[in-house]
């Protein structure tokens, strides 16, 4: 946190700046950055990044960046646009700043900034996992036996509810894992046949949403902040329609998600709001475009990861982990349900930790789908909810075995 003395001497080490370092480059460049903070204590100037970016967002903070000047060290949102473009952010931010009690930004011409820890981005506040771990110690052969067994052991579970009516014949169901740790796929089930999205899709209208605050176009503040975590925590339906709106509609979040990103979102189709009643049935998407969603997201490979992996981990619905017997307490979890009369499904990141202390983090992925609404939806639902709970312990019991742990 910055200190009083800090806050205090903002101003003064601002106006140096203005005073001592833009005359040196106002004439020979026509760039602007936004500036938030002069000092000589460059730790101070490193927690006040981190403050800025808890309030101007993911967007936003993976521009800022600590830079040095002679025997000061300056907080700046590396920008290099026109003035006027600079002005306007400065101003907005300015807005949310100190609606937070934080400091004005300001405009600063664009000069070759001295970068501190340019590679080092700001942390939003939010709860990171672990990294990933180096492989097992089973051997090749031992490690694609698992894979192979326990691929075989989710197929067959799903043929045995069919054959015992658990799951009808018009039925379809679709999954997939994928292993972070060694990065294979573990379970592929109808991974490209669409199904549809039903609130599955929300954490991709957020990464929309997110690239038009990378390009300066929306601003990730307490409202939108509000909005994305009903969204996402609560499945909040007004809220994804105020989402999408900002963004463009439905067809504008499809076409932003595949002009930036078309190797992750291929069979996505997004084509309507929500309605009031909540039967979203037009939406469609593939299982294999959340598993390489949660792939990307884990990565950092799509705007605002950071935020909406603290979004999916905010305390909420699942069927991945709540009720999987099998799976440890205390296992973080990363996911968003989708369910509707005719579709039950959940998609998300499991990060267990083994009994030597590192940590194994995997994705599920799993869908049923009826090609009409359920005569019962409260009986229907929480059954197939059931069905995926149990698969997800299968799985549970497969990643321990492919890591010996």
Partial sequence: MCSPMMRFSFYPFLALLSLAFIPQVAFSSAHFDVSYLWHRDVAGVRDYRDRIASVLGPGVAKGLKVVSRGNLYGLIYLRRGDNAGAARVAKTHTRLLQSRGLEAAAVVASTNWAFIDDEAPARVAMLTPAAPVERSSLTTSERAREVLHLGAAVESYIKQLRATGMIEPDERTGWSVYDFTTGEKLVTINEDEQFQAASLVKPFIAAAFFQKVEQDELIYGPRSRRHMERMIQHSNNASTNWVM?????????????KDHYPGVFKDARLVEYIPANGRTYRNKASVHDYSRFLYALWNEGVPGARE??????????????????????????????????????????????????KYYPYTVVGIIEKPGGAAN??????SRSEVIRSVSSIVYEGIVKHHDI
């Fill in 308 to 357: 909406i992996k603290r979004l999916m981990a905010l305390p909420g619905s699942d069927r991945i982990y709540t009720g999987a017997k099998s799976i440890p307490k205390g296992t973080m979890v990363y996911n968003k349900t989708g369910s509707t009369a005719q579709l039950c499904g959940d998609m998300g990141i499991l990060n267990i930790k083994g009994r030597d202390g």
């Fill in 377 to 382: 939806y409260t009986r229907w639902i929480r």
């Fill in 245 to 257: 709106r900002q963004v463009g509609g439905p067809q504008a979040v499809e076409k932003i998600l």
